[in-house]
């Protein structure tokens, strides 16, 4: 009997398990039949977001497939549903780039209606055949009406315009090359088109020059095509105006210029439409520029129409090329304290004295003067800017060759803070000159002296003891500089400041004068010792084992050394110099980092302090008639706010007696 019942038990349970997973198997499929219930709901939404979308872009290219196209802003608004302020007008062609077009391209566009900027298609090259056509039989009509009434200027007026339209159209059409190795400021090869119309439109000034047609010239220059290419060309017609009519531009008036073919504004943009006043024009364009800026600064209203800057003081100017300098300065918003007037191109500046004192007068807060090899000043220029300039920090004056002792004597009177001083090449100056300049100048931080054969021992002796700020000394091609010399500016002058040092071809210079060199400026990053037959390899031994901080070392010409001055052997171990060098450096290091971080705490710090500190110094530096009154202003204070008949101690002076403290304090 208990057998029975416990197979019937059994049976009973796995009844129970048989339903129980049969319940979670049909649960299991109710699940997963409202997921996917839910996944399709949610894509079937996705769709129809994607359908609605996809319909109502439709909608609104239909939309404004409808509206007329437009250029520009068409912007819909509440009251112009269609947008306003659009461009009105035709379009004649239509092209697509798959770029973005420059700025000349668009010029191109604008001027000759092209229609491939970067590509040349069919109809472009066509058009341009076109053009060519149509402006030589322009050309040939108008020589036959110039052949029939030779004296109507009308005529040639017409038939030099068009020339000038059609250059315009050649140089927008031929895209022309430039010469192998040339700049971006070279002129490019003309092709025969060019030629042909240029060679015309020369022919046709000279007849206009002929027929004194002012007004027609000046309306041949404003209509020239800009460029180098026809820089010439403009000076030859603005000279055939000013013989034909040397007052042209004489009279200022407002409503004459509004009458004029070429008024002075349209003037003073000449020289920088055909490059007139670069920096290495030819001198026939320079004087040309030079000519309309004289002639527009003369205008003073037009004084200031270059940059900004009132230039109506340097029409008055001799030299042509020093007028261009100053106007390409001013107009490229350059310093106006920096006068920069030599050439640093190894030709010659023609400026005199009279320029510089006139350009010094006008600028009496300049810190710069450059006058590199501008041979015609003298020492009346020197004195000049000594006396009225007192500010100048900067003293270039490299190719001087007039200048004289005096001329230093002036500087080292008058420019206290000059911090740089260039005479390279001043072969008349001495010591009577270089002397009364280091002691005047105590701010002088380079000094160049090379090719100055005046330089000897005695200089580097007078520049050793009264400059002690030095870091660049130059004195290349000095002959009579000797290892006395050397030594002494090597002892003497402040050898942790010392950072370039060129005594290249002083031929006198042997081991001793070197060797000083590198046992005591140890600061030196720039060295030139080329040309020093005497030196050997003990002196540029101690050279490279020593000046750890070389950054250029010139060692060009030196027949006695070898290679042996760049490795370290038993004899020099420069491990001992290396481990103390980056003993130095890393103690240097430590030094910043704590300065750093003193610098990081005290700025961390700061603001809870500053009160206190402030109240702190504020009652420190009173006076004793300030504290008497403020110790009277609160015992008058405390008074009124206290019955009358009882006394108050007053908490400033620590006695029963305010006027009496206050006394006390102001006799301590």
Not at 434 to 452: D, E, I, Q, T, V
Not at 578 to 595: D, E, I, K, P, T
């Amino acid at each position: 009997m208990p057998h029975r019942l416990d197979a019937a038990d059994v049976a009973v349970r796995e009844s129970t398990r048989l339903v129980s997973e049969l319940r979670q198997s049909r649960d299991g499929v109710r699940t997963t039949q409202e997921n996917v219930q839910k996944i399709a709901s949610e894509f079937q939404r996705l769709r129809d977001d994607v359908e609605d979308r996809r319909r109502k872009e439709l909608d609104a290219a239909l939309e404004r497939s409808r509206r007329p196209c437009v250029i520009g802003a068409s912007m819909a608004s509440g009251r112009a549903r269609q947008g306003r302020h659009f461009w009105h007008g035709c379009l004649a062609h239509v092209a697509v780039y798959d770029k973005l077009l420059s700025a000349d391209d668009i010029a191109v566009h604008v001027r000759m209606g092209r229609q491939g900027g970067a590509e040349r298609g069919a109809a472009s090259t066509s058009r341009s055949r076109d053009a060519a056509r149509l402006f030589a039989l322009a050309a040939e009509h108008f020589e036959k009406a110039a052949q029939h009434e030779p004296d109507d200027f009308r005529v040639r007026e017409q038939h030099a315009l068009c020339l000038c339209d059609h250059l315009a159209c050649i140089d927008a059409s031929d895209h022309r090359s430039l010469p192998p190795g040339a700049g971006t400021t070279a002129v490019p090869i003309a092709g025969p088109a060019h030629r042909r119309a240029a060679a015309l439109l020369d022919q046709a000034i000279r007849k206009l020059e002929g027929l004194n047609a002012a007004e027609t010239l000046g309306a041949v220059i404003r209509r020239l095509p800009e460029g180098p290419a026809h820089a010439f060309r403009c000076v030859d017609a603005l000279d055939a105006l000013l013989r034909v009519r040397p007052d042209y531009f004489a009279i200022h008036e407002i409503q004459h210029q509004s009458k004029m073919a070429l008024p002075l504004k349209d003037l003073a943009l000449v020289p920088k439409r055909f490059g007139l006043g670069s920096a290495n024009a030819h001198p026939r364009l320079a004087r040309a520029a030079a000519r309309c800026y004289r002639l527009v600064l003369a205008d003073l209203n037009l004084a200031e129409i270059y940059g900004g800057v009132d230039l109506s003081w340097a029409r008055a100017l001799r030299n042509d090329e020093a007028l261009c300098k100053l106007v390409r300065d001013a107009e490229e918003d350059e310093d106006n304290r920096l006068i920069t007037l030599g050439k640093h191109d190894g030709g010659t500046c023609r400026v005199g004295d009279d320029d510089v004192r006139l350009v010094l007068n006008a600028r009496r807060l300049a810190i710069s003067l450059d006058l590199t090899a501008c041979g015609d000043v003298t020492d009346l220029c020197c004195m000049f800017a000594a006396r009225h300039n007192t500010s100048l920090q900067s003293i270039t004056l490299d190719g001087c060759v007039q200048l004289t002792d005096e001329a230093f004597i002036h500087l080292g009177r008058g420019a206290k803070h000059a911090t740089l001083v260039a005479a390279q090449g001043c072969g008349k100056i001495t010591n009577a000159g270089f002397g009364p300049l280091a002691r005047g100048c105590k701010h002088l931080k380079a000094l160049n002296l090379s090719y100055c054969g005046g330089v000897n021992n005695e200089t580097l002796i007078v520049v050793a003891k009264a400059l002690k700020q030095l870091e660049l000394f130059h004195c290349a091609f000095c002959t009579d500089v000797t290892d006395a010399g050397v030594y002494a500016l090597a002892t003497t002058c402040a050898q942790s400041k010392l950072r370039s040092l060129d005594v290249s071809f002083c031929a006198s210079l042997s081991d001793d004068g070197v060797s000083a060199v590198a046992e005591r400026c140890a600061a030196l990053e720039y060295l030139n010792l080329s040309g020093l037959h005497r030196v050997t390899d003990a002196a540029a031994l101690r050279v490279t084992h020593n000046l750890w901080r070389l950054r250029t070392l010139c060692l060009e010409d030196l027949h006695l050394i070898t290679d042996a001055i760049f490795f370290f052997d038993a004899k020099k171990d420069g491990r001992a110099a290396a481990r103390q060098q980056m003993y130095v450096c890393g103690v240097r290091w430590l030094f910043l980092l704590a300065s750093r971080i003193l610098a990081a705490l005290r700025e961390y710090f700061y603001p809870a302090s500053l009160a206190l500190s402030r109240r702190w110094r504020l009652h420190e530096t009173a006076s004793p008639r300030r504290r008497l009154h403020d110790h009277t202003r609160v015992h008058a204070r405390e008074s009124t706010s206290t019955p009358p008949a009882r006394h108050h101690r007053c908490k400033h002076a620590g006695s029963a007696s305010c006027a009496r403290s206050a006394s006390r304090s102001a006799r301590d």
